[in-house]
């Protein structure tokens, strides 16, 4: 990490790096560094270990190039490779690379199958369009080529970035047009072409636009789904051979998903009933369902309040809207008080909703009278949070409950997603700033993106990697004299540059993250699963109060009461056929429940069963 911060901040082109400036002396520092590492390796381990591990590899390599720099300062172009070294560390991060390199595969044929097509339309490109994308500099009213030439006029192109001039260029403009910049503007310049002697005129070939919607269609939407098809599948792959799963048949899959979650599984007993007094009244009165959808509306009432405009923010009991939240404030703060009373302190925090109830309550009147000081910040960020109080009802719906399990499940991958994407874009930075310093500002480059340092790159980056306006940023990386001073001038190198770190971030890691929520999304169906346990949990400490925190192996009941306690549960779990057993034995036949000497059930082999 401190070797890419130096690199980050020097940011001193590659070609200009001196062994006797203060870059070169901390650059001679890291390679010790990273060689005495290497050497403590090998000898700890043994050379047979460290060349049988494949993450060991680019360690050793870049180790080794980093040596070589010394001699061969040609290779002080692989420094910024040292990024790669940030992801190797995390086992999460190394899963999502070895899936990105175990896609490859499958992403060569995509790629060959894209290439076909972009290969047909650039053909058939360049027989409708070749050389005719030029118009007459600076027109005036000139209808063909010798017109403008006998006026003394310049014929030159209509857009840089766009023509079909060649097999090349015309799979660089529908690569382009490919990621949706500005696609529509390659569309009216074949609409409005006529022919290479003539200037272009307004809607002459309305046809021409179905050429280019039968494109985006084919090659930006089939070829987009087609990467993501291959990531899921490759992840799914991936995560079934992690669990062990590689070569099960699907009802094994399920069990061991069962089991899986059993493992994790422990009862927790529901507190009882506070005896005849004061905390009974309470108790009865949070725990009824009108007094939680009141309190759901009442947070309805809030946030309409909080979407009525206001023209100053300054926080004060003279104005309406603020006196109404601190009506609403009190309101929750009593809700609170209501159910720290019926449920006591202990049990209270208990829950999540809980938690996030007192904190905003709590943290609520703090901010307010930060407020009421002269500093609104704070209260707006507290009302507006309560907002969240609508996610417990929102939730009660199954496939809004299945989302948001997805995500909450998906957050430890996409932190490795995260490291990667920045990882890359920090290399790519890192050499655009070598390739690109100091090229004149123009197009897509201001005073916030360029590539003078690494902050404005990475910032620049991210731009490209959104799609937005990456081809006028390519071609103003390309600018050339006479429009640039010699030392202000990019470089065709930027046909490489953009295309691959489009092509690799957008198509690739981009979607990755898409294979990453899709493949958390068909597991959701099995971690739904977990509220059913839970049910059958809290209703088994009913019948077995000495089951409190303790697992599913240690928990039984007599086969008497686990009939009766699975005759009371709601479908799916107790399904109707086993309600109307006529007999405990039928019913314990048909469960397919074992039980032990002394005739009891096991919490394990009910929720397994």
């Known amino acids: ?111 060959l199958v894209c290439f076909g097509v972009y290969g047909v339309f650039g053909i058939f490109g360049m027989q409708l369009w070749k050389g005719t994308f030029y118009c007459c500099e600076p027109s005036s009213g000139f209808t063909s080529r010798a017109e403008c030439e006998d006026a003394g006029k310049l014929w030159v192109k209509v857009s840089v970035s766009y023509d079909f001039d060649n097999i090349f260029n015309s799979l660089m403009t529908l690569l382009q047009a ?96 506070p005896g005849p007094g004061l905390r009974n009244h309470v108790y009865a009165i949070v725990t009824d369902s009108l007094f939680e959808w009141g309190m759901y509306a009442v947070v309805l009432g809030n946030v309409a309040i909080l979407c009525v405009r206001r ?26 008080l209501m159910k720290i009373v019926a449920h006591t302190p202990a ?71 995260g490291v990667v994407a920045i990882t890359f874009c920090s290399l790519f930075a890192l050499i655009g700033v070598s390739m690109f310093r100091g090229v004149k500002p123009a197009g897509g480059f201001t005073s916030m993106t360029n590539f003078n340092s690494f902050g404005p790159a990475l910032l620049l980056l991210y731009v490209v990697l959104t799609g937005s306006e990456w081809v006028a940023i390519m071609a103003n990386a390309r600018i050339a004299e006479p429009f640039c001073d010699p030392d202000a001038c990019g470089t065709d190198w930027a046909l490489l540059y953009f295309p691959m770190f489009l092509l690799v971030g957008a198509y690739v890691i981009l979607n990755t993250v898409v294979a990453i929520v899709m493949d958390q999304f068909a597991e959701t169906q099995f971690r739904t699963d977990v509220g059913t346990i839970q049910k059958v949990c809290d209703k088994w400490t009913e019948f077995d109060p000495g089951s409190d925190r303790r697992h599913p192996r240690d928990c039984f009941v007599s086969a008497g009461l686990f009939l009766h306690m699975f005759q009371g549960l709601p479908a799916p779990v107790g399904p109707d056929r086993f309600r109307k057993s006529s007999s405990l034995l039928s019913a314990l036949v048909d469960l397919h429940v074992p039980l032990d000497a002394e005739r009891r059930v096991q919490l394990e082999d009910v929720l397994l069963h």
């Open 311 to 336: 023209t100053d923010v300054n926080i004060g009991l003279s104005h309406p809207l603020d006196a109404a939240n601190f009506v609403f404030l009190a309101v929750f703060t009593l809700e609170a």
């Open 347 to 417: 049990v209270y925090v208990r829950a999540p909703w809980h938690i996030l109830e007192a904190v905003l309550v709590f943290g609520g009147w703090v901010a307010e009278a930060i407020g009421l000081l002269g500093s609104p910040t704070p209260a707006i960020v507290f009302r507006t949070a309560r907002v969240l109080r609508l996610g417990r009802p929102i939730l009660r719906s199954r496939v809004l409950r299945s989302l948001y399990v997805t995500i909450i499940y998906s957050i430890p991958a996409l932190v490795n997603i």
């Open 1 to 111: 990490v401190l070797n890419l911060a130096v690199m980050a901040i020097d940011a001193t082109p590659l070609n200009e790096l001196r062994w006797s400036s203060a870059a070169g002396v901390l650059e001679a520092i890291f390679v010790c560094f990273y060689a005495i590492e290497s050497i403590l390796k090998v000898v700890g381990f043994g050379p047979r270990k460290i060349l049988r591990t494949v993450w060991q590899w680019p360690e050793l390599l870049l180790t080794l190039l980093g040596v070589l720099e010394f001699g061969v300062p040609a290779l002080l172009l692989a420094r910024p490779l040292r990024c790669i070294r940030l992801c190797l560390r995390s086992h999460g991060v190394r899963v999502i690379l070895l899936a990105m390199l175990r896609s490859a595969g499958a992403i060569s044929s995509v790629v």
């Open 178 to 273: 490919s990621t949706g910049d500005s696609w529509q503007d390659l569309m009216f310049l074949a609409v409005d072409a006529v022919s290479t002697e003539e200037c272009p005129r307004r809607d002459h070939n309305k046809s021409a636009a179905l050429f280019f919607v039968l494109f985006m269609v084919l090659a930006h939407l089939v070829a987009l789904n087609l990467t993501t098809s291959v990531l899921i599948s490759t992840f799914s792959a991936i995560h079934g051979r992690l669990l062990g799963m590689g070569r099960m048949s699907e009802p094994q899959q399920q069990w061991v998903r069962s089991v899986l979650i059993v493992r994790h599984t422990t009862v927790r007993a529901q507190p009882p009933p």
